[in-house]
């Protein structure tokens, strides 16, 4: 499974980012995508996740007011809109994969930075 993220930019705070991550190979083989961002300096954190089929969505919670995560089946990609961008929320962003519930995430992007300017 190869994962292609995209969408990051420079933006200033209050404004909106929609990022994609399209996967490619084997995506029949996995369960669910998510999304995860890690600033300088700081540890990967987790933001939000989706499953293919139901749709079935989870959050960080100190996010899931400003992003939405949704998904395009048909097209195999996984978008993350963000919303009310806060400075806080610069950092590279990386689409993840993975086959199972009971399963870490296996596969990964290779992030796209986003940067939020006050």
């Known amino acids: 499974v190869q994962l292609q993220a995209s969408g990051g930019g420079l933006v200033q705070s209050g404004g909106s980012l929609r990022l994609s991550c399209a996967a490619s190979?084997?995506?029949?083989?996995?369960?669910?995508m998510g999304w995860f961002r890690q600033a300088p300096g700081k540890e990967r954190e987790f933001v939000a996740a989706?499953?293919?089929?139901?749709?079935?969505?989870s959050y960080t919670n100190s996010m899931k007011d400003r992003f939405t995560i949704s998904r395009d089946n048909a097209k195999n990609t996984v978008y993350l809109q963000m919303n009310n961008l806060k400075p806080e929320d610069t950092a590279v962003y990386y689409c993840?994969?993975?086959?199972?519930?009971?399963?870490?995430?296996?596969?990964w992007g290779q992030g796209t930075l986003v940067t939020v300017s006050s």
């Open positions: 989706i499953t293919w089929t139901t749709g079935s969505t």
């Open positions: 993840a994969a993975r086959s199972s519930y009971y399963r870490d995430y296996e596969y």
């Open positions: 190979g084997r995506t029949f083989s996995t369960y669910g």
